[in-house]
């Protein structure tokens, strides 16, 4: 799993790899955003969740 980290971050982003498309051969991604994440919750404990969902 790739993590980038911003300076304030205050939302999460997970990207969701669905396989290919057989028509297209591209990759098909989905992306889920969780936002409003406390400014006082450290990047480890943002990580855990993550990893949990």
Known sequence: ???TE???PTSL???FDLG???ITNKTK???KTYSNIKPEA???AIYDVATAL
């Open 42 to 44: 450290t990047s480890q």
């Open 1 to 3: 799993m790739s993590v």
């Open 29 to 31: 991604v989905k992306s």
């Open 13 to 15: 982003r997970m990207k």
């Open 20 to 22: 290919k498309d057989e």
């Open 6 to 8: 911003g300076k304030n």
